[in-house]
């Protein structure tokens, strides 16, 4: 099977940030969508290995800011490459609390979305959180970026090629690169993928 098959379904990406008492977080995802217009309700779907997704469960509520194509990639690294149970993740990026008070990124986004769940769904190493939508504004007139513009644009390109005669592998998600036999086990230690999101150079 060709999994990059996978990677021509057209998809927006975005910055879903959640609050529980005095811990805010935020994770980069590409599954927002509207699924009713009366009520306003959408869905999101999210790892539950994800600190984000904890939050989500013990609140209710969520935001969502949808990345815009001036965004680069220290957004992208910042929100979807590190953890939120370690690090601020807002450090160095702007955000303003709404009035459910989360915060939301109003850098490199052009609109927000203030959600509260309504039901959720088990699909096993994910949760769909379906939620309506009680608030969001028009951030900017800029383009909504997509998961294409982002690997063509945005994602940085892995470096040629060395001479050492190593085998050589590409993480097909943040382009981290490994020389040598990649093991079956192997973590890549940028976003955390395993060997099955490789692909030898």
Known sequence: MDNKAMYKISYGLYVLTARCGSFSNGCIINTLSQVTSSPNRVSI???????????????????VS??????????F?????STGRWENKF????????ENGIPYVSGSTCAYFCCKVVRTIDLGTHTMFIADVEDCKTLSDKRPM?????????????????DSGAEKWVCNICGYIYEGALPADFICPVCKHGAADFSRL
């Open 45 to 63: 779907t999210v790892n539950k290995t994800d600190y984000t997704h904890y939050l989500i469960s013990q609140s209710g509520k969520f935001n």
């Open 66 to 75: 949808v990345i815009d194509e001036s965004a680069d990639f220290e957004l």
């Open 77 to 81: 690294r910042r929100f979807g490459f």
């Open 91 to 98: 450090y160095r990026f702007t955000s303003i609390r709404a």
């Open 146 to 162: 997509t998961y294409d513009y982002y690997h063509a644009n945005v994602k940085p390109k892995p470096k040629p090629k060395s």
